[in-house]
Antibody, heavy 121, light 108 residues
């Protein structure tokens, strides 16, 4: 059974940093691209970042580019999102999601339960 | 703002057919994927590619596309289909991923 478990969320002040982790199991992690998707309170989904199976190509939404860094450790079956210069409008639930492909596509067939990030003073 | 546009809310009578649309210029070049999200839960992939359902997704869910519009059809809506539905695809550059704003489906 595919499992994705996010951790690392919490409350942080504006301008602060946070590192999210996603532990994957139940599939060959290094065969698939991975993504971060967030959901603002009571609102829709926003794609944040995608990383190829080998970690060599990472893409970001314009709203986070230059502030967030996604990485992966295939030996540890883990995905990470380093978030810096956080703003109140970064508040939301952050999901990691598994792509159906090696390369960074747009079909996500497994999702974690999400971790909550609150940016507030 | 999203490059994919969805109606915010749609309703359907129990066991009737409902179509949920997703419109955007990039859909002329890329397929949309569709997700169902029930309250308090993570999204679930329903449809991807031309009309492919992952294992375990009921066959009452189907997808189609024409021009700049992708459509999710639920044939014979069930009470448990009441949820938010999101489309996603590539943006106009093809480099990034975008989601539609979501459609809240009410089953009457």
């Amino acid at each position: 059974e595919v499992q994705l478990v996010e951790s690392g969320g919490g409350v942080v002040q504006p301008g602060g940093s946070l590192r999210l982790s996603c532990a994957a199991s139940g599939f060959t992690f290094d065969d698939y691209a991975m993504h971060w998707v967030r959901q603002f309170p009571g609102k829709g989904l926003e794609w944040v970042s995608g990383i190829r199976y080998n970690g060599r190509t990472v893409t970001y939404a314009g709203s986070v580019k230059g502030r967030f860094t996604s990485s992966r450790d295939n030996a540890q079956n883990s995905l990470y999102l380093q978030m810096s210069s956080l703003r109140p409008d970064d508040t939301g639930i952050y999901y990691c999601a598994k792509d159906i492909m090696h390369s960074s596509g747009d079909s996500f067939d497994a999702w974690g339960q999400g971790t909550v990030v609150i940016v507030s003073s | 703002s999203s490059e994919l546009t969805q109606d915010p809310a749609v309703s359907v009578a129990l066991r009737q057919t409902v179509r949920i649309t997703c419109q955007g210029d990039s859909l002329r070049s890329y397929y949309a994927s569709w997700y169902q999200q029930k309250s308090g839960q993570a999204p679930v992939l329903l449809i991807y590619g031309k009309d492919i359902r992952p294992s375990g997704i009921p066959d009452r869910f189907s997808g189609s596309s024409s021009g700049d519009t992708a459509t999710l059809t639920i044939s014979g809506a069930q009470a448990e289909d009441e949820a938010a539905y999101y489309c996603n695809s590539r943006d106009s550059s093809g480099d990034l991923v975008v989601f539609g704003g979501g459609t809240k489906l009410t089953v009457l």
